[in-house]
């Protein structure tokens, strides 16, 4: 069964933690959890079953680190390799679980993808593009593997998280889940927001999305609420068993299965509709959250019909105020502009964006057409180094389609796309491009 036949219509639980537990059977710190999928496959299987035994759905395979930047191996410990046994080991974990029930639920296993450790440029070193590559060589291993679903977890950076679900749609045709981590102020580490989050990881198609790790339930539930909010796909919720502290050398965890499970009734019962745990929560946390929401009436998934764009760190909503473009990032009638585009001026185009920042614009519009310069490198350049220091979301202007499709997938966030006019030939150019990237079209009133 395909995960996405449920999903929104049946209420669905996800595992717990995992690197705790392994901990409690000897991993020792500063050693990789991954390779325990070869070395100790029994007991990576025993910690799957206890999860499906107490009503999970979907457990998440050891593979969070499981990328060429951490196993560059091509022989035993290679990202094929790894993957392989990770999967294998749940599939063995779901066949006796199956055995017990007859298979009276439906169980999945979703392949965990992390976050690199890396931040992408201009913000870190690693060209987006290096991302994207990196990703894609786990997916593609993943999904030879035979997972259900391919889980990106614990990422906190949207710009990560677009590479991870690009490379996830053009390398696969797994479901795609996303869960992000937050700090208690409801942000990303770097600038993101929830609306954003839920502007681009549903512009970009995405099945169900939501939060994973950092916090507890209590603190993680204000955040959750605020994701219902903008969410119109099902929403992920998996925190950790409260705040770590270390006791006589150990990380112990504040949150009981008690404790845990009502503050996941409560976000249930606002709407949530994938529930489950992250660090510190075990089968018990599980098993007292599903016990809890059993009988539950859920709150059916609406579409909100939101019109969202965002940059690096700030979302616009389109609708209930009005929204201020800035139009100066133009070379119509501006000699000063067309001169900077002439001579490769960056430095004068990003000084004109951060004057239309200052004053209050919203929204930026970037629009670097001239005949005799290659509109779709300047573009790229243009909107890289504007994203380096302006945290607004652009409007990308062009009658280019190359230039577009380029813009739109270097671009970090979701942006407002100007323009499209009703003629088929253009529509038909623009509108597939706004599907597989994202985006919120401005449309001219001429055919």
Known sequence: MDIRELIGKKMLYFDGGLGSLLQAQGLQPGEEPERWNLEHPDIIENVHFSYYQVGCHIVTTDSLGCNELNFPDEGAYSVESIAKAAVDNARRARARADELDGGAEPRFIAFSIGSLGRLLKPLGTMPFEEAYNVFARTVRAATAA??????????????EVKAAVLAAKENSELPVFVTMTYDAGGRLMTGGDVPGEAALLEGLGVDAFGLNCGLGPAQMKPIALNMLEYASKPVIVNPNAGLPTTVNGRTVYSVGPEEFAE???EMVKAGVWIA??????????????????????HVPLTKKNRSLVCGT????????????????INPTGKKKFK????NHDIEYIVREGIKQQDSG??????????PEIDETQMMADVVY????????PLQIDTTNPKTMEKALRLYNGKALINSVNGKQSVMAQIFPLVKKYGGVVLALCLD
């Open 146 to 159: 035979g997972a259900d679903i391919l889980l990106f977890e614990t990422i906190n950076d949207l710009y």
């Open 263 to 265: 503050v996941m009734e």
């Open 276 to 297: 489950g745990g992250c660090c510190g929560t075990t089968p018990a946390h599980m098993a007292a959250m599903i016990e809890r929401c059993k009988n539950i009436s």
């Open 313 to 328: 760190s700030k979302t616009v909503e389109i609708g209930p105020e009005p929204v201020i473009i800035g139009e100066r």
């Open 339 to 342: 001169e900077a585009l002439r």
């Open 361 to 370: 614009a919203h929204v930026l519009d970037v629009n670097v057409g001239l």
């Open 385 to 392: 180094e504007l994203q380096s220091v302006i945290g607004l």
